[in-house]
């Protein structure tokens, strides 16, 4: 009788391991051309796919791997299914998407009219009556009130009596304007001494003073300026560099 020899097929992880150490490859390199974990290579050589997530990945593994090492991938792939019962059955759509199960969708439901309706009716009736109590109010308060009118009551025709003080305080104003041909030292005081203007009054500049009574006027160089009282210009008889004191009095009244 012959002798009987029994030959044990090579693993999956046995294959990936030899291609592997054949093709001079680290198991770091594998991970870097292929994106997956280190642990799980390590996995995957000793025939082990705990660590992959499932069967489904488990084959996208080993396909991978054995395309970096220089296996077949379609061969390598259908070997292992060989070794693991056969190509996983696939998933039908049903059973993913669950589309048999019944979704409990609340009923909606229309607005209730009868109860909207209830409410407006109350509105009216509640707004009716606060307007015939109001009403009722307002007349009360309008007989007891008597309106002001905004107009201030001024007899017809009567005439607006003039403020004499007024008057004669303007016919008593004097005002004086003078104007700097070349620079020149001022001086400016009313009736009652108080100082108006004291001071350089520098060339092409003007100054105008108003006070009661009379204005009176220093002026160190006369042939220097301008001068205009009430309006009208004063003609000064100075030559150049001669100081001159003025005063002036109001409108209609000669010079003092």
């Not at 109590?133 to 005439?159: E, F």
Request: charged fraction near 25%; charge should be positive.
């Amino acid at each position: 009788m012959g002798e009987a020899f029994v030959v044990q097929e090579q693993s999956i992880g046995a294959m990936l391991a030899a291609a592997r150490h054949a093709a001079g490859l680290t198991v770091e390199q594998v991970s870097s051309a292929t994106r997956i974990r280190e642990a799980i290579i390590h996995g995957l050589e000793q025939d082990d796919g705990s660590q992959c997530g499932g069967d489904f990945y488990t084959r996208g593994h080993v396909k991978a791997v054995a395309k970096a090492v220089g296996l077949d991938p379609e061969a390598t792939v259908h070997l292992y299914d060989q070794q693991h019962g056969g190509a996983p059955r696939p998933v039908a759509a049903s059973a993913v998407f669950q589309a048999d199960k019944k979704i409990n969708v609340p009923e909606r439901r229309g607005p209730n009219w009868t109860m909207a309706l209830g409410v407006a009716l109350a509105i009216v009736v509640v707004f009716g009556m606060m307007r015939v109590l109001g009403g009722a109010s307002d007349q009360v308060r309008t007989a007891d009130v008597q309106v002001a009118s905004a107009r201030p009551k001024v007899p017809p025709n009567m005439p607006v009596q003039p403020n004499p003080a007024a008057a004669k305080a303007v016919k008593r104003m004097v005002t004086v304007e003078i104007k700097a041909k070349r620079s020149s030292y001022v001086q400016a005081h009313d009736a009652m001494g108080r100082k108006l203007f004291s001071g350089t009054l520098k060339a092409g500049k003007s100054d105008t003073w108003s006070a009661e009574d009379k204005v009176s006027v220093l002026l160190a160089d006369a042939s220097a300026v301008t001068l205009q009282v009430n309006g009208k210009k004063v003609k000064l008889d100075a030559g150049r560099g001669e100081m001159l004191r003025r005063s002036f009095g109001p409108p209609k009244m000669t010079e003092r």
